[in-house]
């Protein structure tokens, strides 16, 4: 068993859809990035790639203008870092995970998240564990800026 950590954080920025954890979330606001910006998504590869020592997201998706990557959808990205680990006989024990955003209110939409992303990874819902909270307008987040996600992965050897 092996466990890695990820962080990832994008800026809120009008006239872009709000992705997040594989979903859709209506808002007046969206994440600007090279992909579709979701940062749970982005914080899971991380986490993932790096408890399988195998670098960070950048490394393996670069975000370099017009290539395969640009505006892609993040799921791809998790399951291609799915297919990444497996090479090395790692699947996905579990998955903690916490967003950080002022808003709009993400409890109602985590139910959504998690059954999108275990099937994304081929794993039971119960085992991805996601939670919202906010910096009490603290911070570029509580100033609406941006927002941010960080998460906790447990892989293991394939039986």
Known sequence: MRIGFGYDVHQLV???????????IPHSHGLLGHSDADVLIHAICDAILGAANMRDIGYHFPPVKGNEFENIDSKILLQKTISLIAEKGYIVGNID?????????????????????????????????????????LGF????????????VLIEKKA
């Open 97 to 137: 995970a916490t967003i950080c955003a002022e808003q709009p209110k993400l409890n109602p939409h985590i139910p959504a998240m998690q059954q999108t992303l275990a099937r994304c990874m081929n794993i039971d819902p119960d085992c991805v564990s996601i939670k919202a909270t906010t910096t009490e307008t």
């Open 14 to 24: 009008t006239g872009r859809p709000l992705f997040l954890g594989g979903i859709e």
């Open 141 to 152: 987040t509580g100033r609406k800026e941006g927002i941010s996600a960080y998460a906790v």
